[in-house]
Every structure is written in structure tokens, then in C-alpha cells.
């Protein structure tokens, strides 16, 4: 049994019989999950009971499941509205086989895709992966794949990685934002002045004083980027992957008891050269 177990929210249409099986394995989930007929009422349900009441949207698709796509996508919008809440997570339960490009996007933009016929056995690992994914949301802590490209023994560029449900999502900006992003993540493990990040960045070896191909920013420009081009750029990500992710709880700005602020980048990071 799980410890805490996601509260639902199931939206199955009037038209379609429900199945005594599948409604036995969501009350085991939720036995207090309310079953809404009409989409636009569930909707109306998230809105009055506050978004944190629900942590998944379960959603029986019509046999055209496109339908589901629009619902997902006013799910997320619906989240963006209320400041980028992390829940409720899309989940699509399909009584008919639906084509493997709409599971595709459904997956792709952030929800979760099972046939009803395999809920007995995969409904739980499901949400399994949902609970984990929402954890790791909560904790504000992303998990970034920092590649730098070598030629010999020089570095090139470097890139960086936004890794969530599976999906590599690419940080925007340029070949500099990103370097400097990188040492940001690189080390991240407590806030530092703008003065103690331009250093970093001169020790490293994608700048020049170390031998790459980079600039160290002036403290204005770092600032800059920080207050600026930071929040938009992994906004964009965040975005991009549906996680709930917001910058500026990713981008922390620590008062250091003295002048100068202190800034972090929150997450996880591995660094692959190549």
C-alpha cells in the first residue's frame, strides 16, 4: 500500500459503460476520487477545490483521442495560471487503440498514455513513476547533463541538459550563456557571489584564462544573465518538458549577511566530454 497516494480526479464520459475492474483499481488508489461526466465540469472541479486537491487527472478518451491532447494542453495552461502549480499530472486511460503517434505526444508534452485493458497490471507502476516525478519537482531539484565537446584536447562548446520523465530537453541561449550555466551547475553545491562565480569561470577550462574558447564575464554581465536571461532560457525548458519546474525557484538568490547576494543554480548534474 502506498504511503501516500495521489489523490485523483477521473473523468470518464456518460456515454462509455465504466468497467467494475478499473474502478476497482482507482478506489484502491483514491476511494474518495469523484468520477466527473462531462469534461468541462471536471475542469470547473479543479478550479473551485484548488489545484493542490488533485495530484492526477485520470481521462478515459473518446475513441478519436485527439480530444485528449486539448485536454492536456488546457490541463497544463490551467497549471500555468495558478504560478506553474506542479500537479494535476495528465494521465490517459484509452478503451481503443489509439495511434502511436498520439500516445507519442501525449508522452511528449508531459502525460502519461495506458489501454484500459493493461491498467491491472501497469496502473500502479504508473503512478509510481508520477509520484516519483512529482517528488522531484517539489524538492526544486532538476537533474542537468552537462556535454562538452573536446577537439583534441580543447574544449569546444558545451551544452546543457535539461532531463525530466525521460525526456532531454536543450537549454537555450548562447555558446556563452551556456558555458557559464555550466560552471554554475558544476558548482553548485552552495550560493556564491558574482565575484566568487567570474572566478570560477576563470579556473575552468572552457574559459580563457584556463585555455577554452570563452570570455570570463564582466560582474555586469554575470548579473545579467542571473536576473535576466537565466529565468527566461530555463523557463523555456521547463516549459518545453510540461515538469512544473519554475526559474525562479530553481534560481536561488541567498542574502550571504554581507553586500553581495549569493546565487545558485538548484539540481543534479553529470558532465560528459566528448
Not at 469534461?39 to 479543479?46: E, K, V
Not at 502511436?100 to 489501454?115: N, P, S, V
Not at 532531454?168 to 558544476?186: C, E, F, I, T
Not at 518538458?241 to 539540481?267: M, N, Q, T, W
Request: net charge positive.
Amino acid at each position: 500500500m502506498n504511503v501516500n497516494p495521489p489523490k485523483l480526479l477521473v473523468h470518464w464520459p456518460l456515454r462509455f459503460s465504466t468497467r467494475r475492474d478499473v474502478l476497482d483499481v482507482i478506489e484502491r488508489t483514491d476511494p474518495c476520487a469523484p468520477i466527473r461526466r462531462n469534461w468541462d465540469r471536471a475542469i470547473a472541479s479543479l478550479e473551485s477545490s484548488g489545484m493542490s486537491s488533485v495530484d492526477v487527472v485520470i481521462d478515459v478518451l473518446e475513441p478519436k483521442g485527439i480530444r485528449g491532447l486539448e485536454h492536456l494542453r488546457e490541463v497544463w495552461k490551467l497549471r500555468v495560471r495558478h504560478n506553474y502549480t506542479t500537479v494535476p499530472v495528465y494521465f490517459a486511460l484509452s478503451c481503443v487503440d489509439q495511434p502511436a503517434a498520439l500516445k507519442y505526444e501525449i508522452q511528449r508534452l508531459g502525460g502519461h498514455y495506458l489501454h484500459i485493458s493493461d491498467v491491472s497490471r501497469h496502473f500502479d507502476p504508473q503512478l509510481d513513476e508520477i509520484r516519483l516525478q512529482l517528488a522531484e519537482v517539489r524538492r526544486a531539484m532538476p537533474r542537468w547533463d552537462i556535454v562538452e565537446e573536446y577537439w583534441g584536447a580543447d574544449p569546444r562548446r558545451v551544452y546543457v541538459i535539461l532531463q525530466f520523465n525521460g525526456k532531454p530537453v536543450h537549454v537555450s541561449g548562447s555558446d556563452r550563456h551556456l558555458a557559464v550555466l555550466a560552471v554554475l551547475l558544476k558548482n553548485n553545491g552552495i550560493p556564491r557571489s558574482l565575484k566568487s562565480i567570474r572566478d570560477l569561470c576563470s579556473e575552468d577550462p572552457l574559459f580563457a584564462p584556463s585555455g577554452g574558447p570563452f570570455a570570463v564575464p564582466q560582474l555586469s554581465t554575470l548579473k545579467m544573465y542571473i536576473y535576466r536571461d537565466y529565468p527566461k532560457h530555463l523557463q523555456r525548458s521547463f516549459d518545453k518538458a510540461r515538469s512544473g519546474y519554475r526559474a525562479d525557484r530553481i534560481i536561488e538568490h541567498v542574502d550571504l549577511g554581507v553586500k553581495p547576494f549569493g546565487f545558485r543554480i538548484r539540481g543534479t548534474s553529470t558532465v560528459t566530454v566528448r
